[in-house]
Each structure stands twice: as C-alpha cells, then as structure tokens.
C-alpha cells in the first residue's frame, strides 16, 4: 500500500501516541517541524509526530499554478468552493496513515488529527468520518469546508475538539473559522474556540495551548 510522504518525530521513549498534522496550502509537513521541539513536551510525552506532505496539483485561485494542495480551491468566495472529490481523496490518505499508526500498535483512541488552513478542512471530515474512536482533533486557522455534506461517523461523536483562529486573519477569516465552529455545534459535537490577535499562523501563547491540550489527552 502506498502512503503520502511524511515528516515522523519520534519520542525519546516508545511511541503510545500519535499526532498527524497538515499542513497548509502551498506548504509542506516541514512547515511545523519546527513547532514539535516548541511544545515543550515532557521527555516520558511518548507521542509520535507525523507531519505529511501534501501532493503538488494545479490551484485554480493560484492561476493554475502547481503547488502542495490538498485540494483544489475554485473561487475566493466567502464560503470557499472547493473540489471535494480532491478533498475527499486526502481524506482517504489521511484515514490510511491513521490504520498504519494502529498496525504499528498505536490505539485509535490515541492518534489526534491536527490540520492548518487547509489542511484543516481535510482535519475536520477525516476526523469525524473516521470508523473508530480517535484521540481529538485540532482545528487551525481553517474553515469546515464540508459541513453542508459531511456524513459523521457517530462512533466519534465525543471526541474533544478546539477551533484555533487569528482575529487578524487576511487569508481566511475568522468569520469562516467561527462557522465552522458553529457547524461542528449544530452538529451535536462538544467544541472549544480560541482567538489570538494575529494573522494567519501560529502564536507562541497558541503552541502553549496546544501543548497542554495534548499533554491533558495523551499523557
């Protein structure tokens, strides 16, 4: 089977958790690379970092340029049309590395779903489609770009979920991440959001949250 190309942070002790974290538009698994060391996490933390790469496809908001996607984005609307059978595919890929983290003997209830930006949109429908209990799901910068069609798998009806947002965002709004927020609510899931004064990225009182986020559910 083949899978996509990942980035893996191993532990100093024996993986027990995993983390799969996407990337976003026009990125790669090493745009976080960086983030792993800034969560501080204590040395018995026995949690695998897998951070893939997205394939490079043509971005037809981009002018057709071809560049890491995990999508197609067709208009810079408000409501982001995207081409779901890419997205969908992604998920696929996604869903792939989370069985091969169960054959290496991580419990599905351990392995939590992390996506930026577009990879967030891929985060939320593999998350909550996938067949067994996972660990939660992390929501950056990034907007539910299936809520209108997703089918839920209920088995992962109460899985711990945080929406993350820069109030500042000129590349996706944070209206766009509050409706996502609100679409996981009206779907009947438990979630927090979190806005931070800052543009689209990542903020060190952000990777603390985090970091404590994971450490409450993982360790």
């Not at 897998?50 to 908001?61: D, E, R, Y």
């Not at 983290?101 to 489609?129: D, K, M, N, P, W």
């Not at 979630?191 to 450490?215: F, G, N, R």
């Amino acid at each position: 089977m083949s899978y996509l190309p990942t980035i893996e942070i191993e532990p100093i002790v024996k993986a027990d958790a995993s983390v799969i974290w996407l990337h976003g538009l026009g990125a790669s698994g090493h745009d976080f690379e960086p983030i792993v060391p800034e969560l501080n996490l204590p040395e018995s933390a026995a949690i695998r970092f897998i951070l893939p790469h997205a394939p490079s496809i043509p971005v037809t908001v981009n002018g057709g340029y071809i560049m890491p996607a995990w999508y197609d984005i067709l208009e810079m609307d408000i409501d982001r049309k995207v081409d779901e059978a890419q997205l969908l595919q992604s998920v696929a890929e996604v869903h792939k590395l989370i069985q091969r983290e169960q054959e290496r003997g991580i419990a599905s209830e351990r392995i939590i779903i992390v996506g930026f930006s577009q990879g967030g949109a891929v985060g939320y429908h593999a998350a909550l489609t996938y067949p067994e209990k996972l660990g939660g799901l992390l929501a950056l910068s990034t907007y539910f770009a299936t809520a209108q069609t997703i089918a839920p798998n209920p088995v992962n009806k109460n899985i711990p979920i945080k929406v993350y947002h820069g109030s500042l965002d000129p590349v996706v709004s944070e209206s766009l991440g509050r409706k996502g927020y609100e679409d996981i609510l009206a779907l009947g899931y438990q979630a927090e959001y979190l806005t931070y004064p800052m543009e689209h990225q990542v903020c060190l009182e952000e990777i603390e949250d985090i970091s404590s986020w994971l450490q409450k559910r993982l360790l």
